[in-house]
């Protein structure tokens, strides 16, 4: 766990560049090391503050990274700036490439059937260095099954799209069973698949990549609505330290 680490609404930031991260994490990779990253965004930063256990989990990890550009501009108008955003996306394709480079072996889980299975035929299409010990969708009943046959495959890395907080919470419980690099990445597979696009790189640029998925997908006006409820306690947290 780093010392450097940025306080924001009780979520505690790692505080580095993308580069200093993906050099982390190659020597994780080459020693075999077990660790967890988190990748809030504010929607993550809000339930936190909700359920101290969710909390715990989350400063607890090993490495816990600013993705979404509101984590960005309420750093800086606290006075704690970070270096800059790190997406979860843009780590799962760079352990993907890593693993790929390294011969590593990958296990998958989360996602729908069809996701999950298309992110598996890219990685073999794509990526054939590495070994896909196993994969499987989120629509399982018994995790424990799950986390028993992740045991037996003994990846070297595990992404996990089960949405937050139950991704995290599966990480927390079961990644003491095998060394790995253990990730909770969202709906990533369904970028990475291709099932669905990323917003254009000029979105990605202008840090609009949420306007983005609601015009794609309006449904998420509710969770969009975390944005300004997140960087109205910003706001407040500004004014009582002032």
Avoid: C
Avoid at 98 to 105: D, G, I, S, V
């Amino acid at each position: 766990m780093h010392k450097n680490r940025v306080n924001i609404l009780g979520t505690e930031f790692d505080n580095f560049t993308a580069k200093q991260f993906h050099h982390y994490l190659d020597a994780d990779l080459d020693n075999n090391a077990n660790k967890f990253i988190v990748t809030p965004n504010p929607e993550i930063v809000l339930a936190a503050r909700k359920d101290t256990k969710f909390s715990k989990i989350v400063n607890n990890a090993d490495y816990v990274i600013p993705d979404g550009i509101g984590i960005i501009k309420g750093a800086k108008s606290l006075g704690t700036p970070i270096h800059e955003r790190i997406t979860g996306f843009d780590t799962l394709q760079y352990l993907v490439t890593a693993a790929n480079r390294k011969q590593l072996k990958v296990y998958l889980l989360g996602a729908k059937p069809e996701v999950i299975q298309a992110s598996a035929d890219k990685i073999k299409k794509d990526y054939p260095q590495i070994e896909l010990v196993g994969f499987h969708d989120g629509y399982f009943k018994d995790e424990g099954i799950i986390a028993e046959e992740i045991a037996e495959k003994r990846p070297n890395i595990v992404f996990v799209a089960l949405g937050s907080p139950k991704q995290e919470f599966f990480i927390n419980k079961y990644r003491e069973r095998t060394n790995a690099v253990w990730i909770g990445v969202g709906g990533s597979f369904d970028v990475f698949s291709g099932t669905k696009k990323r917003a254009p790189k000029i979105f990605q640029t202008l840090s609009l990549e949420w306007l983005y998925r609601l015009a794609k997908e309006p449904t998420r006006i509710g969770r969009m609505l975390a944005i300004p409820k997140y960087m109205n306690l910003i706001n407040k947290e500004k004014k009582n330290s002032n």
